[in-house]
């Protein structure tokens, strides 16, 4: 079993700041790869950036420049830091990590319960 537990989200004004943290715990070695994901109203899911276990990041173009991934594989957790928000930015925002279980590259994927984040004035 494994559990993500993220921390951070809430409101804030359009040119803020938050900062969101997942910790990871239960029975694992480690992850290939952790991330964010988040999702609006009506919007599917979408990958906002991730991290692999030797710190490559990717992030998307919407949030670049503005948000920063960062891993600490020790502690197990991640982290996103969101600078200048806009109110397009507002969604729920969960946690990702996997590892790769297959040759073919499959993926076992573990995911947080997502904090909310809103940005509006």
């Known amino acids: 079993q494994v559990q993500l537990v993220e921390s951070g989200g809430g409101l804030v004004q359009p040119g803020g700041s938050l900062r969101l943290s997942c910790v990871a715990s239960?029975?694992?070695?480690?992850?290939?790869?952790m991330g964010w994901y988040r999702q609006a109203p009506g919007k599917e899911r979408e990958l906002v950036a991730s991290?692999?276990?030797?710190?490559?990041?990717n992030t998307a173009d919407s949030v670049k420049g503005r948000f920063t991934i960062s891993r600490d594989n020790a502690k197990n957790t991640v982290s996103l830091q969101m600078n200048s928000l806009k109110p397009e930015d507002t969604a729920i925002y969960y946690c990702n990590a996997y590892r790769v279980i297959s040759v073919e590259g499959a993926r076992a994927n573990y995911w947080g319960q997502g904090t909310q984040v809103t940005v509006s004035s």
């Open positions: 991290i692999g276990s030797g710190g490559s990041a």
């Open positions: 239960g029975r694992f070695r480690s992850f290939d790869g």
